[in-house]
């Protein structure tokens, strides 16, 4: 074996126009961040919080960011599985009716979202733009929004794994 100084061309790994990757003997991974980012819109984009209309209403009105990847693999063209670590970034809507339909905006942020990680892992928050008290009711009410969005999150590693 030659020594690292003299750099024998025969020791040294290059990258080949003709080399190639057989039937997917290694590792082949497939990038799901755009379908992803679509079945989440779908998912979630809409989803009200349950409270009574006379205390006012709120929503999921957009997917603002989705940050991370998910990826399907396959292993030596067989041992297929999909792998995601993803942060979710939805804003929401809402008014409150005692404080004068008072319009609050703000944002849910899903981190820890991944494929090693169980439900009671995710990271979960919620802000609500400005103070007052509009804002603090409607952001404890878009907090009860936390089981069906987890709930949602499943249905779409359960879409993501038929995709395999």
Same mark, same amino acid.
């Given at each position: 074996?030659?020594?690292?100084?003299?750099?024998?061309?025969?020791?040294?790994?290059?990258? &080949?126009?003709d080399?190639?990757?057989?039937?997917?003997?290694? =590792? +082949?991974?497939?990038?799901?961040?755009? =379908?992803?980012?679509?079945?989440l819109? +779908? $998912? $979630?984009?809409?989803?009200?919080?349950?409270?009574?209309?006379?205390?006012?209403?709120? %929503?999921?009105?957009?997917? %603002?960011?989705?940050?991370?990847?998910?990826?399907?693999?396959?292993?030596?063209?067989?041992? &297929?599985?999909?792998?995601?670590?993803l942060?979710?970034?939805?804003?929401?809507?809402?008014?409150?009716?005692e404080?004068?339909?008072?319009?609050?905006?703000?944002?849910?942020?899903?981190?820890?979202?991944?494929?090693?990680?169980d439900?009671d892992?995710?990271? =979960?928050?919620?802000?609500?733009e400005?103070?007052?008290?509009?804002?603090?009711?409607?952001?404890?009410?878009?907090?009860?929004? &936390?089981?069906?969005?987890?709930?949602?999150?499943?249905?779409y590693v359960?879409? $993501?794994?038929?995709l395999?």
């Amino acid at each position: 074996m030659a020594k690292w100084e003299d750099k024998d061309p025969k020791w040294i790994v290059q990258d &080949r126009q003709d080399g190639s990757n057989v039937n997917g003997w290694h =590792w +082949e991974e497939k990038n799901q961040l755009g =379908w992803s980012k679509q079945k989440l819109e +779908e $998912l $979630l984009v809409g989803l009200l919080v349950d409270m009574s209309a006379v205390q006012g209403n709120a %929503k999921v009105t957009a997917l %603002k960011d989705l940050k991370g990847e998910a990826l399907l693999t396959t292993r030596k063209g067989r041992k &297929r599985f999909a792998m995601y670590d993803l942060t979710v970034t939805l804003t929401w809507q809402g008014s409150w009716v005692e404080d004068d339909k008072k319009q609050v905006t703000g944002e849910i942020i899903i981190g820890e979202f991944a494929s090693a990680n169980d439900p009671d892992e995710y990271e =979960w928050s919620v802000t609500a733009e400005g103070t007052g008290t509009a804002q603090d009711k409607l952001k404890d009410h878009v907090n009860t929004l &936390r089981e069906p969005v987890f709930d949602k999150l499943q249905r779409y590693v359960t879409a $993501l794994n038929s995709l395999i």
